[in-house]
């Protein structure tokens, strides 16, 4: 299948310039309604504590979140050519934002579980179009480090929302109206972002019924979904080990490896351009494994810190580099699918490793089960290297 040219609304202009007002547009957009979902990580447990729910019933949302969020993206890629990339960013967004406003009501907790699904679909709905979106607005042989300057935004509200929501938790002893409302006024703010987005143009001639999977990103996507097995991990039990070994740096470690990501992910994008993918994400699995191990081991804070370092250094490195060998692979016509597959993977990967890390607890400690997502993080290694070995058709 040939390849067709995306010509955007102001490439002409911009010379060929990834930071046009499009992209900055989206950029805002992405950024704000991450924030918005990173605001609810210290509140939203709480919250459900608060109406009578249980541990069980914080984990559950969590699950129901993000299986919402992953159940129709294969659908809306394969719709995403014909509907286009800005309907599905802004519905996104607006379900997102209205299921939150639904919060500022203190609702029961059948209720919250309602909310919380309509938000998972809106963000099942945004995380494919922005993907695509940023592909589109990207001049040609720089889709690395478009990738990589868009992949800023999600650490960055890491490293901000879950510290300011916790703050303001504590100070206004959990003033939940105020706090809700905080998080739907940023994702109303992503919303006028989205607005303000000009979709490329394409030449729809050539689009056709695709199927929900894309089997072009197969390789790219089993990567992805290794790598943020671990990324599960460390998010959900993380908190866990610092409590037992009683380590008191468990917030630093977010906002550091959160940071460091940030800084990683636009410049080694921009050197997979250059070099190419595998020996960028080859070397930075590598290096996200020996923190992996480094996390294993940690019986201070320092140990801890510096291992948010090693880590964040080899995700943010990796993540821009295996995201453009997937953008790589795939035609215009086919980018709304392809990229539901690989951040369906990518969702999936996450929910993985927190389940079967957390089955695993029942028998072996945290020591045992770190060294195994070290050990996780090198089949993408194995993978790419059994493929160019084989020469397998992905």
Not at 62 to 77: D, E, K
Not at 81 to 109: D, E, Q, T
Not at 273 to 290: E, H
């Amino acid at each position: 299948m040939r390849f067709i040219p995306v010509k955007t609304l102001n490439q002409d202009h911009e010379k060929g310039k990834i930071l046009t007002y499009n992209f900055m547009a989206l950029l805002g957009a992405v950024f704000f309604l991450f924030f918005a979902l990173d605001f609810y990580i210290p509140i939203l447990p709480f919250y459900v504590l608060a109406v009578g729910g249980g541990e069980a019933a914080v984990g559950l949302l969590m699950g129901l979140f993000t299986f919402c969020s992953v159940i129709l993206r294969p659908f809306q890629g394969r719709d995403l050519n014909r509907r286009g990339r800005k309907r599905l960013l802004v519905m996104g967004i607006s379900l997102y934002a209205a299921a939150g406003l639904g919060l500022l009501f203190l609702p029961a907790l059948p209720l919250v579980f309602i909310f919380r699904a309509a938000q998972g679909f809106g963000w099942g709905a945004f995380l494919l179009s922005f993907n695509t979106l940023t592909l589109d607005l990207a001049p040609p042989g720089r889709s690395g480090e478009a990738l990589g300057l868009m992949g800023m935004a999600p650490p960055l509200s890491l490293a901000m929302a879950p510290i300011l929501g916790e703050q303001l938790r504590i100070s206004t002893e959990g003033n939940y109206p105020i706090l809700f409302f905080i998080a739907s006024a940023a994702a109303l703010l992503a919303l006028v972002m989205a607005l303000l987005v000009q979709e490329p143009s394409r030449d729809k001639s050539a689009d056709q019924d695709n199927p929900l999977f894309s089997r072009k990103v197969l390789l790219p996507s089993l990567i992805i979904f290794f790598m943020t097995f671990n990324l599960g991990c460390i998010l959900t039990f993380l908190p866990l080990l610092g409590e037992v070994r009683d380590i008191k740096a468990v917030g630093s470690f977010f906002t550091i490896f959160a940071l460091t990501a940030m800084v990683f992910r636009p410049l080694f994008g921009r050197i997979s351009d250059r070099v190419g993918r595998s020996r960028v994400f080859i070397p930075a699995l590598v290096v996200a494994s020996g923190g992996l191990v480094m996390i294993a081991l940690a019986s201070d804070a320092v140990q801890l810190i510096i291992s948010a370092f090693i880590v964040g250094a080899g995700f943010g490195s990796a993540h821009s580099s295996v995201m453009a060998m997937a953008a790589d692979r795939l035609p215009v016509v086919e980018r709304g699918v392809g990229m539901a597959t690989f951040t369906g993977a990518f969702d999936l990967g996450i929910v993985a490793g927190a389940s079967i890390i957390g089955i695993l607890l029942n028998w072996f400690d945290f020591t045992a089960v770190f060294i195994l997502c070290a050990l996780v993080m090198f089949l993408p290694v194995l993978l790419f290297c059994l493929k160019k070995h084989f020469r397998l058709q992905t």
